[in-house]
């Protein structure tokens, strides 16, 4: 039997803000199927909409705090829907002009190696950046923009506040985006791509 089919939206934000995870999964029934055709409708691909239903629902979760029952939780839901689907498209653009640009540099007869070798040149130019941040800046950047950690998560691993850790992260992407950006269109693209 479901305990919570039958409560209200705000009930439910009352208790998600509580960490309820069985008033999360009422909630996630009642509003993925909906999130879902919201994203398809801009996204046109199937698995492009579910994984961002995925994005949606941990960003509500992580974000539960903020929740207000005296307001409607299905605005919140969609606005956050509203903002990942926007992150996702500027994302795909920016990868996709990616892309474009080194195809349209490839000569007609030439392998497929040089979007390869144009890229690995990127990566090599971001890591000797990276090499000169500070130690702590260095670290929290690669467990960040490499192993995919959020704030929260490097603020346990490394026992800081997320607040230091987000200070260590902007500067580190200001310092990289001041380097980048005097660089070519290609340089530009890839720094958006990887720290965008």
């Known amino acids: ?17 509580a960490g309820e995870k069985n008033a999360y999964q009422e909630l996630f029934e009642r509003y993925a199927p909906r999130i879902y055709q919201f994203s398809l409708s801009y996204l046109k691909n199937n698995a492009d909409a579910e994984e961002l239903v995925q994005d949606v629902f941990l960003k509500i979760w992580e974000k539960r705090d903020m929740l207000d029952d005296s307001k409607n939780i299905k605005s919140f839901i969609f606005k956050v829907a509203i903002n990942t689907i926007y992150d996702f498209i500027r994302h795909k653009n920016i990868e996709n002009a990616f892309n474009d640009y080194t195809r349209a540099s490839v000569e007609p007869n030439s392998d497929n190696t040089w979007h390869t070798v144009i890229y690995d040149e990127m990566q090599e130019n971001l890591q000797r950046l990276v090499a000169q941040l500070p130690a702590q800046q ?24 997320k607040r230091t850790v987000d200070n260590h992260l902007y500067r580190a992407v200001s310092f990289l985006k001041e380097h980048f950006k005097g660089e070519s269109f290609i340089s530009a693209l890839f720094f958006y791509l990887i720290c965008g």
């Open 138 to 161: 260095q670290k929290i950047f690669r467990l960040s923009k490499e192993e995919g950690l959020t704030s929260e998560e490097i603020a346990v691993k490394l026992n800081l506040s």
């Open 1 to 17: 039997m479901k305990l919570f089919e039958n409560i209200s939206d705000a009930e439910l934000a009352r208790k998600i803000k």
